[in-house]
């Protein structure tokens, strides 16, 4: 597979600007930690008859259950979505130590700025990711 070089003009972060960029990331980091420390919480540590305040050894209905049982599954589901959130923000907060935050990783051109302000932690430039993609198959 042949990748063609991204020829986007260069971004030239200042120092300042490097700065904010880090300090974004890092707000953007605490609330994700806040989210995922509330939904593992949701997730794990309440049954059914706990949220209900029941106490007796009594059993639920089937469907309550499933019910229950759907409401972890989803939560789990959104923790992991925002874990990985939370894994692409370190990357770009390493990007941004290192002094290569905007540089793309496959090809070596430009981000635009347009596209890091939409999405901080991209890695690819929007050709690259669109052949990362095409490439999964998504």
Known sequence: MVKKKNTGKAN??????????????????????????????????????????????????MADMATDLYDKEFSLELVEGERERLFALDD??????????????????????????AMPQAKHCIPCQEQEEKSAGR
């Open 92 to 117: 770009a907060i390493r990007r941004v130590d290192e002094g290569t935050y905007g540089k793309c990783d496959s090809c070596g051109g430009c981000i635009s700025r347009q596209r890091l302000k």
């Open 12 to 61: 030239a972060f200042g120092e300042k600007e490097m700065e904010a960029i880090r300090k974004k990331l890092v707000e953007k980091k605490a609330r994700i930690i806040e989210e995922l420390i509330r939904l593992k919480g949701q997730a794990l540590n309440k049954s059914f008859k706990d949220a209900s305040g029941d106490l007796s050894g009594y059993s639920f209905h």
